[in-house]
């Protein structure tokens, strides 16, 4: 099948029957993300099936009129830009499906908003600007699954994995017959090789290091026993025995972990007890929030706070400290 040109949409085969979407202009910081779609095949799948393809309205009737009908649709987690558009599938008479227990967020705001546990710091007012920015709305139906579960649509089968680190419920899928890895929001965010993303994302509460690092090790093995090929929310295909997404990954969390050590020594920390965490964010250590406006701010310094957290968790800079200081 020739690929039609959509405007503001990149169609790329990973394969012939199965495609990467890209949604190229995006109404805000955190409105889309890259998704599959599994054409139809006679024995396979009638209609056509969409993976956490969640691009804005206008562009879903697009792809919708050349591709569809679609029978299903797969969300692998509740982040804002895996959601927020999905309502519109559902509009079109499209089954959708979640993993719990994020499921819920797509139902409604409020349990993104306890859910992720902002509501322990933030007003619901501040989620609610966000959710209007990136046009969210919710679903009325959800399936629910959990990640780990092998989901069975039509004929096809598609295994889903638990990528935990990222966020509870953030799933990845493996198509066994079709050879592909979809890793999701894992960290490899490359649109090309050899540029630079924020890699992997690890701002609430409930994300972890130590669990993202053992999801990178897990999906490396996957890809390199099983897969043809390697497709993320935010990034470009990767083709077996590629291990570029994996080797990035890791150096990222390597390199964020530089920087919250820096980012101590540049405040001439000496003792843990010393820490502060408002004059931590002021470095603008990961996001740039001094040149930022509005109810963004208040998010950005929510997400961040966590990420340094996490790292303070496993730095090695007061152990050093006391280390030098005694020899
Ligand atoms: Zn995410």
Redesign the pocket.
Known sequence: MITPKIPNLDIQNVTNDVLLIHQKKTPFYFSC?DGLVILPRNGRNDLAIALDLNIEPNLIDEINRVYGPFSNYVC???????MAHVYHWEDLGVKIHAPIPEDEYLLDLCNFYKGFRFNEDLDFSIIEKFANSNKYKPCSTVRSFNPGDALKLDDIIIETISFSG??KG?TGFFLPYEKILHI??LGFDIPKSGIDGFGP?YGFNECSIAKYLEDINLAEKIFLQRAEFLTS?HAYIIKHPDTTPFTYMRRKIKDNQTKVDQALSTLKISRKEEINMDELLNLDIFFPKSKLQGFIVELYRFWESYIIEKHLKRSKYFQKDSHSNSS
């Open positions: 993300c692998t987690h509740g982040h804002m830009d895996h990222h966020s953030h999701s929001c994302w929310s």
